[in-house]
């Protein structure tokens, strides 16, 4: 439960061994926060729809149609980079019941403005707490989740932004008759107050952050009711051990003047902050949100009227939700690696074909299935997994802050990707557009294959020296070939 603990003696591993009755309350824990998921996935879900009755209604030009789409990410950048510090200053638990008011706050501003730049504020208050639980949820699903079952615990997060994708194109298909896109705003305050309430009623605290903040007789009531007490009393020794451990190493940075972002970049850090930055980047320069946001006027140019776009954007909205749960049994037995490997071959070959479609003017039945196999091949691998690893690459000290950073350059690519898109495609085509994207795909592909090692069953000190391993180019020789007895059989 407590990220960098475990059972065994001798180890700095997670907690491997919880019962049925504690892992059931952690997974309805992980449920109940990935609601900050499903918000994430809802708003960047319910433009694609809303935007083809808002153009008419404002009157909107090109740039004007992109730019309500993509302010929402300026705040996600500013909510994603504030984010750590929140969390780490105030608990993860007041941070996201936070993220849930603001969110409150900009639904109502967006579903009532009476023109463009009210509708654009609305749309960066939005931005400030989807960008916030992106960053913070992770974290919190990291450090409440046993080793055997934390791949599935933070993908989690991404089932519940394609669930918040799909009942968004469904609340678009729903009030598409009438075009009453500030009805279908309207409906993402129900899920703002749900996790509202889940953070006030539901929600333990971070035992980690509980520890790390002296309050360790509240951490060992919350683990011994998943565990046993002799059990909560060792991991809370063990904890209090290691983050001494941390102290004196900080201290140690700090006094050569290593503190803030410089310890991201010290030396045993920076690998990990370097796979963390570039998957964040490319999850988004790999073009999905083209696809999410633009869905229903991508679907448009092959011919279809607005209504057929938002109902094939809804069948497009389920492939995604079905393969993000295929990954999420598959993450914890397959491993992260090769779900990422297999993931980006898919994604480069099939958008490549789907700019081949619009280039020589496919029929409308290729496009489409093109697209939906792009879509099922990031949502069974990257989409997910990126998310997992972000949540296990960084060591405890930095794992906010490496969060939020990771988290916040993933919403800076996903800025410049869709409110360069439409003009870009309108400059060189949409088929040419796709092609680059292809070649993004390309080169993550190699990326990976050189630089990320398996993450699956391993503690916070073994992912550390598998990276530095892999960035001295050095053997790794515990991928998937050194695993303890206890890992083994969580991973059968």
Excluded at 44 to 64: C, H, P, Q, R
Excluded at 246 to 257: D, N, P
Excluded at 332 to 341: A, E, F, S, T
Aim: glycine share 10%; proline share 4%.
């Amino acid at each position: 439960m407590v990220q960098g603990f475990s059972r065994e003696p001798g180890t700095h591993g997670p907690l491997t061994e919880v019962g049925p009755e504690g892992t059931r309350k952690i997974t309805l824990w992980a449920v109940a926060i990935a609601l900050g998921g499903f918000l994430f996935g809802f708003d960047t879900g319910v433009v694609s729809g809303a935007l083809l009755y808002i153009k008419e209604d404002f009157d909107l030009n090109s740039f004007e149609q992109g730019s309500v789409v993509s302010v929402l990410l300026i705040g996600a950048v500013i909510g994603a980079s504030s984010a750590g510090g929140l969390a780490d200053r105030f608990g993860r638990r007041k941070a996201l019941r936070l993220i849930g008011l603001v969110f409150l706050v900009g639904t109502a501003i967006a579903s009532l403005a009476n023109g463009y730049p009210v509708l654009m504020v609305g749309r960066i208050v939005l931005g400030l707490s989807v960008g916030a639980a992106s960053a913070t949820v992770p974290v919190y699903l990291s450090e409440i989740s046993p080793t055997k079952i934390r791949g599935r615990m933070l993908t989690m997060n991404q089932l519940m932004i394609t669930v918040g994708i799909l009942v968004a194109y469904l609340v678009n298909l729903a009030f598409a008759g009438g075009g009453t896109w500030r009805a279908m705003f309207a409906v993402g305050a129900v899920p703002a107050l749900l996790m509202i309430a889940a953070t006030l009623w539901l929600l333990p605290e971070s035992p980690q952050w509980l520890i790390a903040h002296g309050q360790e007789d509240v951490a060992r009531r919350g683990i011994a009711a998943l565990t046993d007490g002799p059990t909560a009393d060792e991991l809370i020794r063990r904890a209090r051990q290691r983050m001494d451990a941390e102290r004196e190493k900080q201290s140690r940075k700090e006094a050569t003047g290593g503190q803030g972002i410089r310890r991201l970049l010290a030396p045993d850090v920076r690998p990990a902050l370097i796979v963390g930055l570039t998957l964040a980047a490319v999850q988004q320069f790999a073009g999905i949100n083209t696809i999410i946001y633009y869905a229903p006027t991508i679907i448009q140019q092959t011919g279809l009227n607005a209504s057929n776009a938002i109902f094939y954007s809804v069948f497009i909205g389920l492939i995604n939700l079905i393969m993000t749960l295929v990954a999420i049994k598959l993450v914890d037995r397959v491993g992260r690696r090769p779900m990422v490997l297999v993931s980006l071959g898919l994604m480069a070959v099939s958008i490549f074909l789907l700019g081949l479609a619009f280039v020589v003017d496919m029929s409308s039945g290729l496009t489409l299935m093109f697209m939906v196999i792009y879509i099922a091949a990031f949502a069974g691998g990257l989409g997910p997994v990126f998310w997992t690893l972000i949540g296990e690459i960084f060591p405890p000290s930095v794992r906010a802050e490496g969060s939020s950073l990771s988290t916040a350059v993933n919403w800076v690519s996903n800025f410049i990707v869709s409110l360069a898109f439409l003009p870009l495609a309108n400059l060189i085509g949409q088929g040419e557009t796709f092609w680059i994207f292809a070649g993004i795909c390309l080169f993550a592909f190699l990326f990976v294959g050189r630089y990320l090692p398996e993450t699956r069953g391993r503690d916070a000190e073994q992912i550390e020296k598998a990276l530095d391993a892999r960035f001295k180019h050095a053997p790794d020789r515990s991928d998937g070939s050194r695993e303890t007895t206890s890992q083994k059989g969580s991973s059968r």
